[in-house]
C-alpha cells in the first residue's frame, strides 16, 4: 500500500473513532459536570437534586424569553444564558422527567399570545417591542404556574425559584396558612402589596387572613403565622391551644416594642402600650418568657445618619438595630441552618427559659457575648445611639428565637365556651359551633412543633430590602420563609435560599466610588453647611432692610465693607468647593478607568499570550532536541 493510500485511510480512521468516541462519551457521560466555578453556580443544590428525584409525572418547563430584545442588554443576555444552563443541568439530572422547552415570542406571533395568556410579563423597552423573560410550568394534569419574570437583580434566588415551581407541580396543593396579626403591612392574602415577606407567603402557600375578632380559625389551615396579635379572650386562646393540640404548627414573632406595629411611625417612636405584644399564658406554657426588656448588641450595631448641628451629620452605630450573624445562628435547624447573611433587627426583645417537662428549647437566633438588656422605654423616637451605650451594661448572650417541640398538653383543662356575638352571621357561626363542639384535646396529636421570635420589625422591608434596587441585603424574608416552610415540611427547599449570585461584584471598582462618594460627601456637606450659614444671613440683612438680593448691586451697596468683604469671601470659597468636587470626580473617573483597562487587557490578552509562549516553548524545545 503506498503512504498516500495509508495516510488516507489513517484519516479516515482517526475521524470516525472520533465521531463514535464523541457519541459515546455523550451518552455515558451525559450527566457528568465539572463545576470550577468559585461558587459552585452550577453545581446543583442537595434540595434540588431531592426535589427532582421525587418527581413522579413528567413536568414540563417553557422558558420563554425574547431572543431579540433580551440581545441589546449585556446583563439580560447574560442572565438568560445562565437560565439555560441552569435548566440544562435540571433536565440532565432528571433523567428524562423534566422537560424543557423554549419559545421566542416575537410581537403578534402565536409564541406571544401563549406567553400573555399564562400571564408572563411584558416588559417596555427603549426599542419599542416587549421583553418576555419568564417560566411556564405544567404538569399532566394541566396544572400551571408561572413565574412572570425572572429579573437578573434576583438571581441568587433563580434556583429556589426554578425548583419551587418544580416542587409545586409534582404536589400542586400547597399548605395554607393563617395570618394573625395588627401589623397592617401584614394584612390580607399577600395579592395587593403589603411586606414582602406577605408576598413571598402568598406565592408559596394559600395565605387566609384571620380577623381581630375571629371566633373561629381557618378550618384547611395548617400552620399559623402569628405576629404582633391583638389581645385575645380566653375563647381565641384556646382555639389556638386546639389547633397547637390537634397537630397545628405555628410561628410566632412579639415584640416588647414594635415599631413595624406603628405604621407611619419614625424609626424608633414606640409606644409601649401600643408597640408591646405578648402571649404571656401560652409562652409560659411552652417554658418561656418574654421579659418587658429590649436587646441592644453594641457588636453587631448598624450604622445610621444622625444628626450633628451645623448644618452636619455623621455615621455612627446604633446597638438597638444590629445585623445577627451567621455564627448566632442555630447551624442544625431548618430555619436557620442554611443562612448565609446576616439578619438585621430593630430594637427586639428576648426570651427567657423556664423549665418544662417533655418540651426540647432550641436556641434559633442568640446576641453576641457582649449584649445588654435595656428598658423597653429606650426605644423611642429620637434615642441617640450615645444614650443608648450610656445605659449600656453587658449581661452576656440574650436568645432572640426559640423553636419549641415535643409532647404538650393543653394550656386548658376544659373547653372554654364561646360568647355569643352580637354579629348575626358570627352569632350562628358560634351557635352552630356550641351544638356540635368538637371533643376538647387535652394533649397533644404528637409532638408540637413550634417557633417563637422576639421581633416583628424583621418583618419590615425598611430593615432588608434595598429600596433603589429592591432586593434583599439581609436574611431577614429568608429565614421567615424558611421558619415557615420548616413547619410546612418543605426543608428540601431551605438550602436553596443561600444560593449567591451569578454576578459577582467588582470589590476594588467599588471600593473606589465609596472612597470617591465619601470624600464627595464631606465635601458637599460642608458646602452645605456654608451655604445654609450664607441663607441665613442673607435673611438677617433683607430683614434689617439693610439689602434684598446678594447678587443685587444695590443691595451690596447697602452693606457695610466688612459685610461686602464676608460676601465675597462667600463666594470664593463655594466657588473653590465647587472645583474641589469636580476634581475628586475626576480622580474617581481616572482610576475607574484605569482599573478598567488594566482588567481589559488581563481578560483580552492573557490567554492568547499564554498559548503563544507555550507554543514558542514547545518549538525552542523541538530544536534543542534536533
Known sequence: MSRARFTLLASILVVIAFLMANALSHRLFQNARLDLTERGLYTLAEGTATTLDAIGEPVTLTFVYTRSVGAEYPAIRAHAARIRELLAAYESRSQGRLIIREIDPAPFSEAEDTALAAGITAVPTDGGDPLYMGLIGENLADDQTVLPFLAPERDSELEYELTRTIARLNAPEPATIGVLTTIDNLRGDGEAG??????DLAERFDVVAIPDDFVTLPEDAEILFIAHPPALSQRQLYLIDQFIMGGGRAVIFLDPASKAALAGASILDVDPAEGRSDMPQLLAHYGLNLPDTIAADRDFALPIRVDAGEGRSVVVNQPLFFALQPENMDREAGSTADLARPINLGAPGHFEQLAVDGLTHTALLATGPDAAALPATLAEDGVSPMEVLDAYEPQGQLVLAYGVDGPAKSLFDTAVTPDIPDDPVYGEIVRAHIANPPPHLSESDGPVNLIFVADTDLLDDGFYIDPSSGEAVADNGAFVLNAVETLAGEVDLNTLRARAPALRPMRRV???????????????????ARLMEAESRLEALRLSGAGSDFLDQSGLAALSPAEQVELEQLRAEILDTRARLREIE??????????ESRLRLINIWTMPLLVIFAWLGLLAWRRRQV
Open 194 to 199: 403589603g411586606y414582602r415577606v406577605l408576598q
Open 586 to 595: 475626576g480622580d474617581f473617573r481616572r482610576d475607574i478607568d484605569a482599573l
Open 510 to 528: 467599588e471600593q473606589l466610588r465609596e472612597e470617591a462618594q465619601s470624600a464627595f460627601f464631606e465635601e458637599q456637606s460642608r458646602l452645605e
